[in-house]
């Protein structure tokens, strides 16, 4: 069964001001890729990889196919070169904040620039597409545009993600609601 894939429809703006020193957060979430090899790993890794392609490529040379030691050595290039592109992504951030007025989602990729999304609190809502499927989608949506928050994450990160979201958004809205019903101090 194929879903409808829903895009991105909300609009980037300038770097928003900075929040009020009073102004509470209900939310303030960095959101990062997982990357699970941390650098002595990545090290030992390439090491162990060159030392049995060094290996390798000797004995084949040694048995007169001399052109295979350079490809041994290609493959080592190619298995760092993916690397050190997963660990550039893995700089990825996104943060989410979410106050009594707004939900501010700024992203910043691994070339620096950053974009930043505001979205009105008391509108936006919080969608899963396709739960607990692997291409779930977490969404906040508002008066018909669509932001996808937590794409670099598992499908169940994405889940909890969303459910945190959402969490937030009941908290802030409860103020608005106890001073809107009159549920003050008595007079």
Do not use: C
């Amino acid at each position: 069964m194929e879903r409808r894939r829903i895009y991105e429809t909300w609009p980037a703006e300038p770097a928003p001001a900075p929040l009020e020193a009073d102004e509470p957060l209900y939310l303030d979430a960095e959101v990062r890729p997982n990357r699970s090899l941390p650098d002595p790993g990545f090290y030992a890794l390439m090491a162990a990889i060159a030392l049995v392609s060094f290996t390798a490529g000797i004995a084949f040379m040694l048995a007169g196919a001399w052109p295979v030691l350079g490809f041994f050595g290609l493959d080592v290039l190619l298995v760092w070169l993916a690397f050190r592109i997963s660990y550039r992504d893995g700089r990825r951030l996104e943060t989410i904040q979410i106050t009594g007025r707004e939900i501010r989602v700024g992203r910043r990729y691994p070339t620096g620039h950053q974009t930043w999304f505001r979205l009105p609190r008391a509108w936006t809502r919080v969608e899963i597409a396709g739960a607990g499927e692997p291409d779930v989608q977490a969404r906040l949506t508002a008066m018909g545009k669509t932001l996808i928050i937590g794409a670099m994450l598992s499908p169940r990160e994405r889940e909890s993600l969303a459910a945190a979201v959402r969490e937030a958004l009941a908290a802030a809205a409860a103020p608005a609601q106890a001073q809107e019903s009159g549920g003050g101090a008595p007079a």
